[in-house]
């Protein structure tokens, strides 16, 4: 990997304006520094998906641009659950499948939903999603985000790991022309900035993109262990063999607190989790690693996880409120992508952030490059951003699905109808003999009653997933 030439910085003036660019300094004071004279056509910050998938977009369309990165490789900081849904790939390596550092390829998801003593599952599989080209795989994020990266130093990008970026620089208009980091030899000049550094956008909130007000109401935190198992006990225990793998969403696993739990096979470990609402997290006083062992505790997953050897302990914030939370995207001479940009799809059985995140990534630096083209990179001529974003499935399945993540943390759906669904199912199958058995519309009502249900919201949630599921 490659860092640039420092910047020769002393003395010089804002080109043609003779104003340098602006950097919102300590409490937030605008600080006159110097144009960079090291300039890019584009600069990406972040290299985890989004900013690699922009960078490779630029370079390819013959760019210049810095991918810069504050760990000492992409991916060394990088957490997430376990599962890339790769087809977004399709358009930026072709037959990436060969290539990209899968552990398994995702054959069998199932959906479990929990109470401390029961467990309905969906289980699903098909051999189709074993084949090219494949559906979803579990890959390690230091591997996957490295060979990502990999991709667009090839395709000509600049990466500079082990720096972090500390703010934008800011022309006399506002419009964004740099980045000021902590090396050294510091500021990096460019015609367009995308923000890629993930939840908690530092640069898209020096930006003023978001409504920081409300952000912790829309954030869960997850937390996520890594369990090594020999991989023909991993095979036994999932039901799987060469490389197939099992992706188990959870609901009612965080003792109450709104949220969801998930457990993905890599070849020879586990990843086991949790996602949990910052507020009811807040509320509850519970530590987040006391509610995975709660987890790996029950009776459904107890069998899963015994014997397992914890090699990795991570956490990291998910940006959870979907569209209707979404921060603002594009300013002048600035672009923003992935968790930086809100992005992530949660929405109860679909966790897919990385792949809203490459989606995104590809399209800001598509939209960049189109806009360097034209030497326009002002907040109008970088609009093609939104427009790139809303006829794909970024912005359509977040629309689609806009009041899904609401419903999910909802506390009807969190503390009352996995018991009310639980109790139902063991209703059907319990044998009351010499009682007859009790017909669906009585368990339905009785196991309303019971757990604080009312039919008419159960039937609007039900409308609501429904409407969401299209
Ligand atoms: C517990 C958990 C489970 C998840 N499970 C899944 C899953 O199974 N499947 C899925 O698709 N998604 C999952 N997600 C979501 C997914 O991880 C994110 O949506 C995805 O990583 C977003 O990619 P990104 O490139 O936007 O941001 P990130 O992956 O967060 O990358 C941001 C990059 O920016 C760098 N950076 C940040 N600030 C700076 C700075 N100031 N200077 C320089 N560099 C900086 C970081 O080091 C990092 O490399 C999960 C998330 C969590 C936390």
Not at 12 to 34: C, E, F, L, S, W
Not at 35 to 42: E, G, I, N, S
Not at 252 to 260: L, V
Request: charged letters at 20%; one cysteine or more.
């Amino acid at each position: 990997m490659t860092a640039p030439q420092a910047p020769q910085t002393e003395g010089a003036q804002g080109a043609g304006t003779g104003v340098g660019p602006q950097h919102a300094g300590p409490a937030g004071r605008a600080v006159r520094v110097p144009v960079p004279q090291q300039t890019f056509d584009a600069i990406v910050v972040g290299a985890g998906p989004a900013g690699s998938a922009a960078a490779l977009e630029l370079a390819r369309a013959g760019h210049s641009v810095a991918l810069v990165e504050r760990g000492p490789y992409p991916g060394s900081k990088n957490v997430y659950g376990g599962v890339v849904y790769g087809r977004i790939l399709d358009e930026l390596v072709p037959r990436w499948w060969e290539h990209a550092p899968v552990q398994r390829w995702v054959t069998r998801r199932q959906t479990m939903i929990m109470t401390p003593t029961q467990a309905m599952t969906v289980d699903f599989r098909s051999q189709a999603w074993g084949e090219a080209p494949y559906n979803g795989a579990t890959a390690h994020r230091a591997d996957f985000d490295a060979w990502l990266a990999a991709e667009a130093e090839k395709a000509g990008a600049v990466i500079v790991p082990s720096t972090v970026v500390t703010g934008l620089l800011t022309g006399p208009d506002g419009s964004a022309v740099g980045i000021r980091t902590d090396r050294p030899d510091g500021d990096l000049g460019a015609r367009v900035v995308i923000a890629c550094d993930g939840v908690n956008s530092f640069l898209a909130k020096q930006a003023g993109f978001y409504d920081a007000a409300h952000q912790v109401e829309h954030t869960t935190l997850g937390v996520k262990e890594t369990l090594r198992l020999p991989r023909e006990v991993i095979d036994e225990r999932f039901g799987v063999s060469g490389r197939e793998g099992v992706d188990i969403e959870m609901l009612g696993a965080t003792g109450g607190i709104p949220g969801g739990g998930f457990l993905y096979t890599n070849l020879e470990s586990i990843s086991i989790g949790v996602v949990l609402g910052l507020p009811g997290l807040g509320k509850a006083e519970r530590r987040p690693e006391d509610i995975v062992a709660e987890l790996k505790a029950h009776p459904a997953v107890a069998p899963l996880v015994r014997g397992a050897e914890l090699v990795e302990y991570s956490a990291h914030l998910i940006p959870e409120g979907g569209y209707k939370h979404l921060p603002q995207l594009i300013g002048d001479g600035l672009l923003v992508a992935g968790d930086a940009a809100a992005l992530c799809l949660a929405a109860g059985i679909w966790l897919e952030g990385v792949n809203f995140a490459i989606g995104s990534g590809m399209y800001a630096g598509r939209a960049a490059a189109a806009a360097l083209r034209r030497g326009d990179t002002s907040k109008a001529g970088l609009a093609g951003y939104r427009t790139l974003l809303e006829g794909s499935f970024v912005l359509a399945d977040h629309k689609k699905l806009r009041d899904i993540p609401g419903l999910v943390l909802s506390e009807r759906m969190q503390t009352r109808y996995p018991g009310m669904i639980c109790d139902i199912v063991q209703g059907l199958f319990d044998v009351t003999n010499p009682t007859p058995k009790p017909g669906l519309r009585t368990l339905l009502r009785r196991n309303a009653r019971k757990h604080g249900v009312k039919l008419r919201d159960l039937a609007r949630d039900g409308l609501t997933g429904l409407r969401g599921l299209g």
